[in-house]
């Protein structure tokens, strides 16, 4: 009864121990391992002591045994089956606590039957019916003792084996369908354990073979990885670096896609010359670990346990790499490399990390040895130097997260790339500051949005903004954009140019950018001279004969205010303007007005005079008519016309003739003029008269033809016109040259 308590209690507590154990940090996502395990290739058929070899193993740490169902020896004749090696090894393997993988079918020439090969081996038709009788023969026997059936060997290099003799005859993947699927259905009927099928992924159709297994329908569940990156490779790059051991982390994440549990099912180096040595085999299997397990895989198997008996020698041959794999040499002595798998077994250690911004849990990119994972990370590595970098700056989505500092085990470190001695756990926290996106978006009017350097300043900080995005930590920011913009040439300015926010998200900001055109403007009288009035511009007084102003594209109303005039306009700025305005002249208005009141008054100064009204042939009151009628038809009306005309048409002032050479060539015609109605000096005025209208009128084309000879345009309901003020100036001042050479002929002929 006492010995029943005491086994209860001790019971009791193992399942305690056991259920309260929990790995170190909670490794447990499928990139997180809780912890790895070792396997190792073996031949328990060219073993002297099978026993001693399993001992081996345990005390390195070696959990798993991958081994081949050698078919020469299990069926030496046919028909007769031999299971005794396999019995004892199968046996006193389990009762030591490894699980083991089967490898079933292996048709390479060492493992086919004597019998077989004298009749054509995988030439011979019947070569699938024998190998059904080989394969159910051992499920049957072995079953679930074997914890992974691996079906057939790496049939994706079948060229190379073919190459070098491993195999022989007809090799191809018709027969390798055929053989997988025959070897599956068996497996499947006698056993519940799970089917690996291998590839070599050192041949570039892995991936391809690995298609064609779902194409062919063959059942299995774990992809095995064989990985041999240092075979040979002494005259590529690099040459037997163990660093290629870490490449294994690729072909696993290549293989993910095909949705099956993974498993490094063999790889191995073979020290075989100077460049292939002991100690490279040693970081080789450190190496290889590490890649395996960053990349979610929890079993490594090695190839080989021993170099072969009798000591190959060392050479670039493929015997020579062959006899080379082993852990152990072939005196029996354990290599660099078994001390080295041994420590990767008993003193490896757990990693941790996490990466933080504002306090909350990211999943940023984090490097080991130059292995790309994402945060959080939970393994389990071998004891040795790793390199840990974190990018400088991560974007992701619209978010900028900017390394700050990590803490390796509450010690901070403030370069993003730094090394770890994996002598102990560790746990790191990397954390991040948050930039968020501030997109500056500027339209400028009448181009649309354009994308343009701008030099922003955000809290009084200046930045150069090329991309139309500033990143900006997280807070409450005053942003200033520039007043003013050169875009393609044209000058812009803000409408408004400072905006306050608070930055927490990503933001847009738009920036209105209007055109800046050069208004030029310029008052002047009737003789051409600057004329000092009050000018406004929108709401904007100024006194001035002279405005050059820069404005922003728009709409303006303009007014020009002098002592006799008021002139108002609009202003539609959208490009440079030069803009000509005219008011009176003081002494010209005054002596029109005298000119207008003398021919009001003319009638009442000849009674004033003469006692008496003029008659319509007195020679006095026709010379002055003629002449003023010359002044109105030769210079007022056509300075007129051309000035005040235009601009209540066009909104701008066109010059034609200036009134200065209005005056010096239209005078003499009105002098002239009254000169031949009195006959005072007796000579031919009349022809003196015609040679200046001649004058005035070459004067008056050759102005015009020099000048702005312009169309103006008259809107009246959506209906438009246009009408040229100067040709209806030429025609009347050539009906007033046929009329003065009409009266001179008509005067002489008489």
Known sequence: MKFKILAFLIVAILITSLTSYKPAYGMNSQNNLSDYQIGMFYDPAHSSNITHDLYMMKNAGITWIRFNFAWNLIEPIQGNYNFSIYDNFVNEALSLGFKLIGILGHGSVNLLPSWLLSIGGVNNPNYLLYLSNYSKSVVQRYGNKISIWQIENELNDLSFYLLVGFRTGNWNFDIAKKILLNLSQIVRTYSTSPIMVNVLVNNLNWLSFIQNLTNWHVSYDIIGIDYYPTYLDDYSANA??????????????SAKQFGKEIIVAETGYSNYNSIHTQDKQAEY?????????????????FYDYSDPPGCVAQGNTISSVEGHFGFIDCNGTPKQSWYELRNATFNKHGIRIEDFAQGAPLNLSVYIDGLKLVAPINVTLPPGNIVLKVPKQTKVNETLYVFQKALVNNQQIFNSSFSVNLIQD??????????????????????????????????NTKFNVSNGVLYLKEGYYVINFPSNLTIYGIQAQALNNSVKLMLNSPTIVNVTYVPVYNLTVIIVDWLG???????KLNSTNYTASTLNLE??????????????????????????QYLILYVPNTLILVLMFLLIAFLVLLPSIFLAIKKKYPRKDMKAYKAILSSVGYVISLIIIPYFITTYLSQSLNNQSLVIWNLNELLIFGLPVAITSALSLIKRPNIPWNIINAFFLILYLYFVVGRAYAGQFGVYEIAISNIYFSINIALYVFILIILVVIRSIADFFLTYIK
Do not use: C, H, Q
Request: glycine share 8%.
């Open 551 to 576: 404005l922003m594209e728009g709409n303006y109303s303009l007014s020009v205010s002098s002592p006799f005039s008021s002139i108002e306009t609009k202003i539609d700025l959208n490009g440079n």
């Open 426 to 459: 560790y746990y790191i926290k990397i954390f991040f500051y948050t930039y968020y996106p501030l997109k500056i978006s500027i339209f400028v009017k009448g181009i649309g949005y354009v994308n343009s350097t701008l030099e922003v300043l955000a809290n």
């Open 529 to 535: 001279n600057l004329a000092t009035s009050e000018i």
């Open 240 to 253: 037997g670096s163990p660093d290629k051991g870490l490449k294994i982390f690729d072909y696993i994440n």
């Open 285 to 301: 299997v450190r190496k290889v670990i590490e890649g395996a397990v960053l990349a979610g895989v929890k079993l490594i198997a």
